[in-house]
């Protein structure tokens, strides 16, 4: 069974490094983007299991992000922190 996916949308390269790293050393398969664009094209060709989602990015807001992904069948059920 493989790992579950974990998509960490984080601006701060240093938080986001440490998030991954630590998500990996428990098993799980992580990746990390620092943008909104980034996060919905991650999202739609990676297809987390779960997106860990800062709420303020440099290109755009989580928020609308989330709203984003919610809206779109291929996205929707993917879980959102």
Known sequence: MP?????????????AEMLAQSLQRAGLDARTTS???????EARTWRPD???LDLVLPDG???DVCR??????????IQVI
């Open 68 to 77: 984003a992904l919610k809206a779109e069948p291929a996205t929707q059920r």
């Open 35 to 41: 943008t909104a664009f980034g996060a919905l094209h």
């Open 50 to 52: 779960v997106v860990v």
């Open 3 to 15: 790992s579950p996916r974990v998509l960490i949308v984080e601006d701060d390269p240093e938080l």
């Open 61 to 63: 807001s989580g928020k």
